[in-house]
Nanobody, 117 residues
Framework: QVQLVESGGGLVQAGGSLRLSCAAS????????MGWHRQPPGKQRELVAT???????NYADSVKGRFTISRDNAKNTVYLQMNSLKPEDTAVYYC???????????WGQGTQVTVSS
């Protein structure tokens, strides 16, 4: 059974920081490309950042220079360090694993991040 479990969300003031974690089980984590997406209130889900199995990263323009995605293969965990948070970062943040060979992609249940002005 595959599980992606996010944690670390919460309420923070603008300019503050949060670190999200996503613990994976049931997948061969080290060979999976992983990502973080978010869904702001009333809007569509959007890409935030991705990290390949080899550690290459990619970011949405809106978070470049403020967010950092990383992974710890020994802990089967992917992280999203979010600094200089803005009210427009308010969203439900989702962790995902990308489809690989015959395996589908998977999604976590999401964690709420609220940034107050």
């Amino acid at each position: 059974q595959v599980q992606l479990v996010e944690s670390g969300g919460g309420l923070v003031q603008a300019g503050g920081s949060l670190r999200l974690s996503c613990a994976a089980s049931g997948i061969i984590f080290s060979i999976n490309n992983m990502g973080w997406h978010r869904q702001p209130p009333g809007k569509q889900r959007e890409l935030v950042a991705t990290i390949t199995s080899g550690g290459a990263t990619n970011y949405a323009d809106s978070v470049k220079g403020r967010f950092t995605i990383s992974r710890d293969n020994a802990k089967n965990t992917v992280y999203l360090q979010m600094n200089s948070l803005k009210p427009e970062d308010t969203a439900v943040y989702y962790c995902n694993s990308e489809p690989l060979l015959h395996w589908p992609g998977y999604w976590g249940q999401g964690t709420q991040v609220t940034v107050s002005s």
